[in-house]
């Protein structure tokens, strides 16, 4: 059984950091794209940023362009989104989600959530002002 967890959120302030880890279990991580997703209050999820495990080819929505770095570590199993400089409208529940297969990500990622193979259950970020 797969199982994507994500974990490392939590509370900080307007200008801070956290970084989030999503490890995958029962998923070959050699050629896989991993997703971070978020849902904020009131709102629809919404792509933050992609990475291929297989190229290390990363992609970022504008919102988070420069302030946001996605990584993995095949060894481990493991997907990171460095998130630095936060600000109160980042605050939202972060998932990672995985799509299996070989992808380039040419600094942006694919429109849309759908097809994805497996999903975490989220990780809650909160930025205070």
């Known amino acids: 059984e797969v199982q994507l967890v994500e974990s490392g959120g939590g509370l900080v302030q307007a200008g801070g950091s956290l970084r989030l880890s999503c490890s995958a279990s029962g998923l070959p991580f050699g050629h896989v794209a991993i997703f971070w997703f978020r849902r904020a209050p009131g709102k629809e999820r919404e792509a933050v940023s992609c990475?291929?495990?297989?190229?290390?080819?990363?992609g970022y929505a504008d919102s988070v362009k420069g302030r946001f770095t996605a990584s993995s570590n095949n060894a481990k199993n493991t997907a990171y989104l460095q998130m630095d400089s936060l600000r109160p409208e980042d605050t939202a529940v972060y998932y990672c989600a995985a799509l299996q297969g070989s992808f380039h990500f040419p600094h942006t990622c694919p429109a849309g959530e759908g097809g994805m193979d497996y999903w975490g259950k989220g990780s809650l970020v909160t930025v205070s002002s």
């Open positions: 990475i291929s495990s297989t190229d290390g080819s990363a």
